[in-house]
């Protein structure tokens, strides 16, 4: 048995940083933590590196800060946002919006326009946000990013890996925010406009050179309800199809 690292002790909260990039802390683990430590204090460290940035326990020394208790902690050198990603998917996971936080504070540029754009459709889930700022073929994506080989799964999806590893690309967000336009003009005749099923069957019909969005308002201003919320990209197709071919003769095959 030998020693690794040693558990030190202090009052002085002044000597802690928050790292760049690193989540924010949640306000109510926070308070739960807080009532926890005034019924049970225990030893707890948290994981710091040379520079006494927090890799590990925001939460918990934020909570013994609030109370006055001394907080225990381990120096690591060298550690950064890397490890506390790896820290935190262990315990818990984090969610794309947390990846996305992290490396807007650390400057990425392509995470900061993907944050702008959730800002300006705010009701479009992140999914969806980052369907259509990388929609464009996968050669295109490739040209663009050479060391994205194979980034997407059958569905055209940002593959979440790439995501998590701060690789995101933004292909044209100009027509992102074009598109983004177009489908909020169906919200009038349809409440789940911004689901991602319905988004990704749009982006879908977009590249169709057959689809005419301007005529597929017009026709579903004949036929409000027509549009039902449907579990798949081909049961929506299939509804866009026949509200898009309504009283039409020549009728045009948007599925394929």
């Given at each position: 048995?030998?020693?690794?690292n ?6 002085d ?8 990039g ?14 926890s ?8 460290p ?8 927090i890799?590990d326990g925001?939460h918990?020394f ?12 381990i ?8 490890e506390?990603?790896i ?18 504070d ?27 700022l990388?929609?464009a073929?996968?050669?295109?994506r ?6 994205l ?5 059958k569905?055209?999806?940002y ?5 998590e590893?701060?690789?995101?690309k ?6 992102g ?5 177009k489908?909020?003009?169906?919200k ?13 069957a749009?982006?879908t ?5 057959n ?5 597929f ?7 409000p309800t ?5 579990s ?16 039409s003769r020549e009728?045009v095959?948007?599925?394929y």
């Open positions: 048995m030998k020693v690794v040693q558990v030190y002790e202090t009052n909260y002044t000597m802690f940083k928050t790292l760049k690193n989540r924010i802390v949640n306000k109510l683990h926070i308070r739960r933590l807080r009532e430590f005034k019924q049970l204090y225990l030893l707890s948290i994981i710091v590196n040379q520079n006494f940035e890799i925001q918990r934020e909570a013994a800060k609030e109370i006055n208790k001394n907080v225990y902690f120096i690591c050198n060298d550690y950064g946002l890397k506390v990603q820290l935190n998917t262990n315990m818990k996971n984090w969610q794309k919006k947390d990846y996305l936080n992290a490396y807007c650390a400057g990425y540029s392509d995470y900061i326009q993907l944050r702008n754009f959730m800002r300006r459709f705010s009701e479009f889930p992140i999914d969806a946000c980052i369907s259509l990388t929609n073929s996968r050669a295109e490739r040209s663009k990013s050479p060391e080989k194979s980034e997407t799964n569905h055209g999806d593959a979440l890996r790439y995501f590893e701060g690789k995101f933004v292909i044209d967000y100009e027509n925010v074009e598109l983004a336009e489908i909020r003009m169906i009038t005749f349809y409440q789940g406009y911004n689901r991602k099923i319905f988004i990704s749009m982006i019909l977009f590249k169709n050179e689809y005419n969005h301007s005529q308002i017009s026709k579903l201003k004949l036929n027509m549009m039902q919320d449907c798949n990209v081909t049961q929506y197709k299939m509804i866009i199809e026949d509200i898009y071919n309504y009283r009728k095959n948007l599925r």
